[in-house]
């Protein structure tokens, strides 16, 4: 009876947790507080002025709020019934709070009747809701501080949000974490589901984290209430700013809640409703963190800012190196491309107002970078941005296509072995065209389950093909339900892997998916933005050339990406699975093609016989190899015909290919005396030598190389602490040197042992890094890590 009864208590406690867990999956219509201060006036608008309260409440008397609202800075909780508005602060002292929440579960024994009575209203009394209400698609929620100064991540449980005092329906949004870095079951899309959590990983390293929450259509909202998490309390925000925008563009100010009194410290706790509403007092200007990371759009932007490193930067009438330049743009200045033209493997950048194009490298020293994007605030007036934004000028001529055909040619690190995409995004006279309609392919692509080609239609995901490295490129085929018109085209980088993001990329254009014309072709090194989810500039599409056509594909390349489709469905053994089919018909297929270049052989000479009066050709008739011989791994050549004749006088349709196995010793036996015998193959050369360069010939070695480097050390930075890219909750040492060749410089950074190993010693020393591995940032190469470090006297090119 005991073990009953216990059965029952604990039967009754988990269905009274599953009830509570439900109750408590929607927010609450309004939040219990308390006055902790003396008599509080109750005001009929929220207004900081010397407004007379309209009544008092006593001190310790408990209250329903329906919202908060910001007004000029300060906070102000409306009551449940709509009667007025009770401010946070003391309207004498703002800096002494006067109200706190009031937990329901943790009342005290005399607060029963206040308890009871609270209740009682919210049954009683609707939810009372503005007569004006803010129309947004977009909202950018900023999270500046946890509740912990020392939490390296931040996490909200759920997000929710209300108009007309009834919950807006959330399906078919969309959520990001531009920068942001989540574990894989805890991404932004989880503030949409009833359990779960996000968890941005990165909030300590940028101080801040941002959620990009896009909605189908433009809707009406009034209030925005998030829910903590199910664990640690040090990472609840204490410190949102909420904005608004409907384009994605311009953004405003709807409210900001400073402090934990709003943030609940129990779990999987809902917040009080904060009202979306444009402050009046305040400007609706963003401050500079905030403008970078409005940088960071839904969609991409109608212009790209670009900054001249060089000197006197001319402006070109149009894109050519021959033409003399109109206009010239300061050293240090800061200008406005609408879109980036390529023209004979250079880069223009197209200014707004139809101003000109301004070339990305010197005319006179094309290897030398003179323009890179703008990095931190801008130092250009609100007014200058806005009317660059608009300033959206006509391409030279637009193109009407209905495939599109994209190929990725190279990623920023040659080390990996795929690439990835996020978004795509297409523009014809200013205006982005919906992808209703369109179909994506990726030919001879592999991609992971949920991370396909379908992916690059819609915001959210990104498309990842791990075949890159095997077919040397990947291929993206857009196809439109009938022929439009395009003038340019963009790409938005993934939220992870900064090495697999593409830098040199073709686009190709057809109207009947068989004659295809180049449009666009980046070249070597475009500067893709390094940000996680990050729009590239507008590049520009025009009718250039007839589009290059490569070799045709083997049928064992076909076969084996039919294997691949087939085996990514099995489960986690595709990779073994697909090296052990390449080593398994690295034979199959050149006995293959040996037999069909022998059967076309037969035929030739068969007819040439017939056609002419001399004698015919008489095969020769090896005999068999044993069994013994056919065995191993070249068992398969069985199968190959024993009558070869001689080879005939014109080349076979198909180039010959070495044999191997039974075939070669079939050959070597005298079988095949009449056939040449082929040719060794060339010896490679070995991959584990590196390089050694001088700096100023850094620019020969490969993004990801291992390369041996000599310079000499002109700066030594100092030991700091910085978060593992890895693992950034563990924080590593890191010195950064400065290397100098001539006119050539570039920075050499170490980690761990050592960055305290090297130091000062090296200062002014011509030294040889062994081992360093090459980055590109900011357009220009970089070094990271070595091997062993020499120092030298002179140097060994003296």
Same mark, same amino acid.
Request: with cysteine.
């Given at each position: 009876?005991?073990?009953?009864?216990?059965?029952? !208590?604990?039967?009754?406690?988990?269905?009274?947790?599953? +009830?509570?867990?439900?109750?408590?999956?929607?927010?609450?219509?309004?939040?219990?507080?308390?006055?902790?201060?003396?008599?509080?006036?109750?005001?009929?608008?929220?207004?900081?002025?010397?407004?007379?309260?309209?009544?008092?409440?006593?001190?310790?008397?408990?209250?329903?709020?329906?919202?908060?609202?910001?007004?000029?800075?300060?906070?102000?909780?409306?009551?449940?019934?709509?009667?007025?508005?009770?401010?946070?602060?003391?309207?004498?002292?703002?800096?002494?709070?006067?109200?706190?929440?009031?937990?329901?579960?943790?009342?005290?024994? *005399?607060?029963?009747?206040?308890?009871?009575?609270?209740?009682?209203?919210?049954?009683?009394?609707?939810?009372?809701?503005?007569?004006?209400?803010?129309?947004?698609?977009?909202?950018?929620?900023?999270? +500046?501080?946890?509740?912990?100064?020392?939490?390296?991540?931040?996490? !909200?449980?759920?997000?929710?949000?209300?108009?007309?005092?009834?919950?807006?329906?959330?399906?078919?949004?969309?959520?990001?974490?531009?920068?942001?870095?989540?574990?894989?079951?805890?991404?932004?899309?989880?503030?949409?589901?009833?359990?779960?959590?996000?968890?941005?990983?990165?909030?300590?390293?940028?101080?801040?984290?941002?959620?990009?929450?896009?909605?189908?259509?433009?809707?009406?909202?009034?209030?925005?209430?998030?829910?903590?998490?199910?664990?640690?309390?040090?990472?609840?925000?204490?410190?949102?700013?909420?904005?608004?925008?409907?384009?994605?563009?311009?953004?405003?100010?709807?409210?900001?809640?400073?402090?934990?009194?709003?943030?609940?410290?129990?779990?999987?706790?809902?917040?009080?409703?904060?009202?979306?509403?444009?402050?009046?007092?305040?400007?609706?200007?963003?401050?500079?963190?905030?403008?970078?990371?409005? +940088?960071?759009?839904?969609?991409?932007?109608?212009?790209?800012?670009?900054?001249?490193?060089?000197?006197?930067?001319?402006?070109?009438?149009?894109?050519?190196?021959?033409?003399?330049?109109?206009?010239?743009?300061?050293?240090?200045?800061?200008?406005?491309?609408?879109?980036?033209?390529?023209?004979?493997?250079?880069?223009?950048?197209?200014?707004? *107002?139809?101003?000109?194009?301004?070339?990305?490298?010197?005319?006179?020293?094309?290897?030398?970078?003179?323009?890179?994007?703008?990095?931190?605030?801008?130092?250009?007036?609100?007014?200058?941005?806005?009317?660059?934004?608009?300033?959206?000028?006509?391409?030279?001529?637009?193109?009407?296509?209905?495939?599109?055909?994209?190929?990725?040619?190279?990623?920023?690190?040659?080390?990996?072995?795929?690439?990835?995409?996020?978004?795509?995004?297409?523009?014809?006279?200013?205006?982005?065209?919906?992808?209703?309609?369109?179909?994506?392919?990726?030919?001879?692509?592999?991609?992971?389950?949920?991370?396909?080609?379908?992916?690059?239609?819609?915001?959210?995901?990104?498309?990842?093909?791990?075949?890159?490295?095997?077919?040397?490129?990947?291929?993206?085929?857009?196809?439109?339900?009938?022929?439009?018109?395009?003038?340019?085209?963009?790409?938005?980088?993934?939220?992870?892997?900064?090495?697999?993001?593409?830098?040199?990329?073709?686009?190709?254009?057809?109207?009947?998916?068989?004659?295809?014309?180049?449009?666009?072709?980046?070249?070597?090194?475009?500067?893709?933005?390094?940000?996680?989810?990050?729009?590239?500039?507008?590049?520009?599409?025009?009718?250039?050339?007839?589009?290059?056509?490569?070799?045709?594909?083997?049928?064992?390349?076909?076969?084996?990406?039919?294997?691949?489709?087939?085996?990514?469905?099995?489960?986690?053994?595709?990779?073994?699975?697909?090296?052990?089919?390449?080593?398994?018909?690295?034979?199959?297929?050149?006995?293959?093609?040996?037999?069909?270049?022998?059967?076309?052989?037969?035929?030739?000479?068969?007819?040439?016989?017939?056609?002419?009066?001399?004698?015919?050709?008489?095969?020769?008739?090896?005999?068999?190899?044993?069994?013994?011989?056919?065995?191993?791994?070249?068992?398969?050549?069985?199968?190959?015909?024993?009558?070869?004749?001689?080879?005939?006088?014109?080349?076979?349709?198909?180039?010959?290919?070495?044999?191997?196995?039974?075939?070669?010793?079939?050959?070597?036996?005298?079988?095949?005396?009449?056939?040449?015998?082929?040719?060794?193959?060339?010896?490679?050369?070995?991959?584990?030598?590196?390089?050694?360069?001088?700096?100023?010939?850094?620019?020969?070695?490969?993004?990801?190389?291992?390369?041996?480097?000599?310079?000499?050390?002109?700066?030594?930075?100092?030991?700091?602490?910085?978060?593992?890219?890895?693992?950034?909750?563990?924080?590593?040492?890191?010195?950064?040197?400065?290397?100098?060749?001539?006119?050539?410089?570039?920075?050499?950074?170490?980690? *761990?042992?050592?960055?305290?190993?090297?130091?000062?010693?090296?200062?002014?020393?011509?030294?040889?890094?062994? *081992?360093?591995?090459?980055?590109?940032?900011?357009?220009?190469?970089?070094?990271?890590?070595?091997?062993?470090?020499?120092?030298?006297?002179?140097?060994?090119?003296?």
């Amino acid at each position: 009876r005991a073990c009953r009864r216990r059965r029952r !208590i604990c039967t009754g406690a988990r269905l009274g947790a599953r +009830r509570a867990s439900a109750r408590m999956a929607q927010p609450v219509s309004f939040s219990a507080w308390r006055n902790v201060g003396r008599r509080l006036g109750i005001l009929q608008v929220p207004s900081a002025g010397d407004e007379e309260p309209l009544q008092h409440l006593e001190p310790g008397a408990v209250f329903l709020a329906a919202r908060v609202a910001v007004v000029a800075g300060r906070r102000y909780l409306q009551r449940a019934d709509g009667s007025g508005w009770i401010p946070e602060c003391s309207r004498k002292d703002a800096s002494r709070v006067v109200v706190e929440a009031v937990d329901s579960s943790a009342s005290a024994p *005399g607060d029963s009747s206040a308890a009871n009575a609270t209740d009682d209203a919210v049954v009683a009394c609707p939810a009372p809701f503005p007569k004006t209400h803010v129309r947004v698609r977009f909202l950018r929620v900023f999270v +500046r501080e946890t509740r912990s100064e020392t939490s390296p991540g931040v996490q !909200i449980g759920q997000i929710s949000l209300r108009c007309r005092g009834r919950l807006l329906d959330m399906s078919g949004f969309l959520a990001e974490n531009p920068c942001g870095n989540s574990p894989k079951y805890e991404g932004p899309e989880k503030v949409f589901a009833p359990k779960g959590k996000w968890l941005d990983l990165c909030f300590r390293e940028h101080e801040q984290s941002v959620l990009l929450i896009t909605a189908p259509t433009e809707i009406e909202v009034d209030d925005f209430a998030f829910r903590t998490a199910s664990d640690a309390a040090h990472r609840d925000p204490v410190h949102l700013t909420i904005h608004g925008s409907l384009d994605g563009w311009e953004w405003i100010k709807l409210h900001e809640m400073a402090g934990d009194l709003y943030t609940p410290k129990a779990r999987l706790a809902w917040s009080p409703w904060l009202q979306l509403r444009p402050d009046p007092a305040e400007s609706c200007s963003l401050d500079a963190a905030e403008q970078v990371a409005c +940088r960071l759009q839904a969609l991409p932007s109608e212009v790209s800012w670009w900054r001249n490193v060089g000197k006197r930067l001319g402006i070109l009438s149009r894109p050519c190196s021959g033409v003399e330049p109109s206009d010239h743009l300061q050293p240090n200045a800061c200008f406005a491309a609408l879109r980036v033209t390529s023209v004979d493997g250079l880069r223009y950048f197209q200014l707004a *107002g139809g101003r000109g194009f301004v070339p990305e490298r010197s005319r006179k020293d094309t290897s030398r970078v003179v323009a890179v994007p703008a990095e931190g605030p801008l130092d250009v007036p609100a007014a200058a941005v806005a009317a660059a934004a608009a300033a959206v000028g006509a391409p030279t001529a637009l193109v009407r296509v209905q495939s599109l055909r994209l190929t990725v040619l190279a990623t920023r690190s040659s080390a990996v072995l795929c690439t990835q995409i996020s978004q795509l995004c297409l523009r014809c006279q200013g205006s982005v065209l919906s992808f209703d309609g369109f179909v994506a392919a990726n030919p001879l692509g592999q991609s992971p389950s949920g991370e396909g080609v379908e992916k690059l239609l819609v915001g959210g995901g990104k498309w990842l093909d791990i075949n890159f490295s095997t077919n040397q490129k990947s291929v993206i085929l857009l196809t439109a339900p009938h022929e439009v018109s395009v003038d340019d085209i963009a790409f938005c980088t993934a939220n992870d892997g900064a090495a697999r993001d593409p830098v040199s990329l073709r686009v190709e254009g057809s109207c009947d998916g068989k004659d295809w014309v180049l449009l666009h072709e980046t070249g070597e090194c475009f500067p893709t933005p390094l940000g996680r989810r990050c729009w590239s500039p507008w590049l520009s599409l025009c009718a250039q050339e007839r589009a290059p056509v490569g070799p045709p594909l083997p049928p064992s390349a076909v076969a084996s990406a039919e294997f691949l489709k087939m085996d990514a469905r099995r489960g986690r053994h595709a990779f073994a699975r697909r090296s052990f089919l390449k080593r398994k018909r690295s034979f199959s297929d050149k006995a293959r093609y040996s037999e069909d270049d022998r059967k076309a052989a037969t035929a030739s000479a068969a007819a040439a016989a017939s056609d002419s009066a001399a004698a015919p050709v008489t095969p020769v008739t090896p005999k068999r190899p044993s069994r013994r011989q056919c065995s191993g791994a070249g068992s398969r050549c069985s199968a190959l015909p024993l009558s070869m004749p001689s080879p005939p006088l014109s080349t076979p349709s198909r180039p010959e290919l070495p044999v191997h196995g039974a075939a070669a010793r079939l050959e070597a036996e005298g079988g095949g005396g009449s056939k040449p015998r082929p040719a060794k193959r060339k010896r490679r050369e070995p991959t584990g030598k590196r390089k050694h360069f001088r700096l100023a010939a850094l620019s020969n070695a490969l993004v990801g190389q291992a390369v041996d480097v000599e310079a000499v050390v002109t700066r030594v930075g100092e030991v700091l602490r910085k978060p593992s890219m890895k693992n950034p909750q563990v924080l590593v040492n890191m010195r950064r040197f400065e290397m100098r060749d001539g006119d050539t410089s570039c920075f050499w950074v170490l980690l *761990g042992r050592r960055a305290e190993r090297f130091g000062a010693q090296l200062l002014g020393r011509r030294v040889v890094a062994r *081992g360093a591995t090459v980055h590109a940032f900011k357009s220009a190469l970089h070094l990271s890590g070595c091997v062993r470090v020499d120092v030298r006297a002179r140097a060994a090119y003296d």
